[in-house]
Nanobody, 121 residues
Framework: QVQLVESGGGLVQAGGSLRLSCAASGSIFSVNAMRWYRQAPGKQRELVAAITSGGRTNYADSVKGRFTISRDNAKNTAYLQMDSLKLEDTAVYYC???????????????WGQGTQVTVSS
């Protein structure tokens, strides 16, 4: 089984930075698109950033210019560099990925368990 594990969340003051990591592990044939979502209390889960296997990226308007998604294919890991953090960035951040496993002929969409990011004043 393939698993996604997020790390790097924590408490940071407004204007500060954090880097989140999402590592895929298991019997992996390929990791295709990878995405970061977030969900704040009382709000729907929203797409923050996405990156394709070829490195093409897109971002939610609310984070453009502040967040950067990247990936290291050799490590099956995606990153979300978050700079100039604002109070409204407070949320649980979830990794999501399209993964093909060894021994299968179909793609799975997987979620990590989430990591809390809290921005304080």
């Amino acid at each position: 089984q393939v698993q996604l594990v997020e790390s790097g969340g924590g408490l940071v003051q407004a204007g500060g930075s954090l880097r989140l990591s999402c590592a895929a592990s298991g019997s992996i044939f390929s990791v295709n698109a990878m995405r970061w979502y977030r969900q704040a209390p009382g709000k729907q889960r929203e797409l923050v950033a996405a990156i394709t296997s070829g490195g093409r990226t897109n971002y939610a308007d609310s984070v453009k210019g502040r967040f950067t998604i990247s990936r290291d294919n050799a490590k099956n890991t995606a990153y979300l560099q978050m700079d100039s953090l604002k109070l409204e960035d407070t949320a649980v951040y979830y990794c999501n990925a399209d993964v093909s496993s060894l021994g299968t002929d179909y793609q799975q969409n997987l979620w990590g368990q989430g990591t809390q990011v809290t921005v304080s004043s």
